[in-house]
């Protein structure tokens, strides 16, 4: 069986890390193309260093980032499409070194814990940017900020160091939050204070979780008038407040 290293959830397995298969249900095969894409995208920012990286660079950083959260993506090939995108991207911008994948994970275990700190950090922004920008919101501060960490995640740096950029990257993730608070108060309005059911309605239903609005909204769209209940889980329960959401 093929090995793996993944202890970005709660979840993990032991409480320390899912090494022969992800706890999840994601595979040894997916999990390492997952990390060769993040190395993938270290090499994109290496070669738009100093540069205008330009829209289709900017998305491919974002899907990315996104698609190398735990649990998002279990598709193989779709991670592999992304990986060969972003190196194409990283030609057309002049090329560099990607991260080597074996280093990803190594080192001292205080460095390794505050480099993934970082790293997941910004896979984390990248969801959230990436919902923002499908609503047509973009801050090229935050967008930049993709291009410096995934340097830094290619780097030596001190302790200091680290923990410098970890403060640095938590003032952009709240500029961040505050544009995807903007996305979606925008197209749905304001939250209210509302009172969500509980109760389980019969016939068939669909459960939506996650952070992605657009994508809620689509599905009652296409669900509207045909019998089919939508119930949220978890993340998705902000969503019974917004105006625009709760129509249907």
């Known amino acids: ?26 595979q040894p095969d997916v999990a390492n193309k997952q990390d060769e894409l993040t190395c993938a995208l270290v090499g994109l920012a290496r070669a738009a260093e100093g540069k205008t990286a330009g829209t289709s660079a900017d998305v491919l950083m974002m899907q990315g980032l996104f698609t190398t959260v735990t649990n998002v993506n ?8 992304l990986i060969d995108a972003v190196r194409k991207e990283k030609d057309l911008l002049g090329g560099a070194e990607d991260l080597d994948v074996e280093s990803l994970w190594k080192g001292d275990n205080d460095i390794v ?3 993934s700190t970082l790293l997941l950090g910004i896979r984390g922004m990248a969801a959230y940017a990436w919902h923002a920008y499908v609503l047509g919101k973009v801050n090229p501060e935050v967008t930049a900020w993709f291009y410096k960490g995934m340097r830094a995640i ?9 923990l ?3 403060m640095e990257f938590g003032h952009i993730n709240l500029k961040c939050m505050a544009l995807l608070d903007e996305a979606n108060t ?22 939506i979780s996650g952070h992605d609005l657009h994508d809620l909204k689509q599905l009652l769209e296409q669900t509207e008038g045909k019998g089919i209940n939508i119930y949220t889980h978890g993340e998705m329960l902000p969503a019974h407040g917004y105006p625009e959401l709760k129509k249907y």
């Open 1 to 26: 069986m093929s090995n793996m290293f993944c202890f970005q959830c709660e979840q993990a397995a032991g409480g320390k890390a899912c090494t022969r298969v992800g706890i999840c249900g994601k």
């Open 74 to 81: 279990f598709d193989s090939n779709r991670v592999q499409q």
């Open 113 to 115: 814990s505050l480099r």
């Open 154 to 162: 290619g780097e030596e740096h001190t302790i200091d160091e680290w």
């Open 164 to 166: 410098n950029l970890l």
């Open 186 to 207: 925008s197209a749905y309005g304001h939250p209210v204070p509302t009172k969500v059911s509980t109760i389980i309605e019969k016939g068939p239903f669909i459960v």
